[in-house]
């Protein structure tokens, strides 16, 4: 069994990966919507579609940076408190500041971003 500064590296880190991986997903996903409406504009269909699937894969950028933030903020806050010798704050233990709620919803705004898309380019797909 490892310690406790073991586990909260450990802890750390797959959190690292995780924004990782749901900025590439969101990030991709307005990539891959631009490239889409790219090759229909070619064809003559408006691009207006994207509007709304690029919008939520932005909002799921913000939210994972929104994530980040909070964490760099409750690092500073534990090592001011560990200089005074006190215990981590007791806000830091509510949901809403843990950076894992953030990451979900961004991951799940992914999802939804992926879903309106395609929603929208079926509404597309038989107007060239």
């Known amino acids: 069994m490892g310690t406790v500064a ?3 590296k450990r ?3 797959i959190a690292d990966t995780t924004r990782r991986v749901v ?3 969101n990030g991709g996903g307005i990539g891959v919507v631009f490239s889409v409406a790219g090759t229909l504009a070619a064809k003559g269909v408006y691009a207006s579609w994207a509007i709304w699937p690029v919008a939520v894969f932005v909002l799921g950028l913000l939210f994972t940076g929104l994530s980040l933030f909070l964490a760099k903020h409750r690092e500073l806050k534990r090592r001011d408190a560990a ?3 006190k ?3 007791e ?3 509510k949901w809403y500041w843990r950076s894992f709620t953030w990451d979900l919803v961004a991951f799940a705004l992914f ?3 992926a ?3 395609l929603v929208a380019l079926s509404f597309v797909a038989g107007n060239p």
């Open 6 to 8: 073991e586990h909260e």
């Open 83 to 85: 200089k005074e010798g």
């Open 115 to 117: 879903l309106v898309g």
């Open 23 to 25: 900025v590439t997903l």
């Open 91 to 93: 806000k830091f233990k």
């Open 111 to 113: 999802g939804v971003g």
């Open 87 to 89: 215990e981590e704050p």
């Open 11 to 13: 802890s750390q880190e």
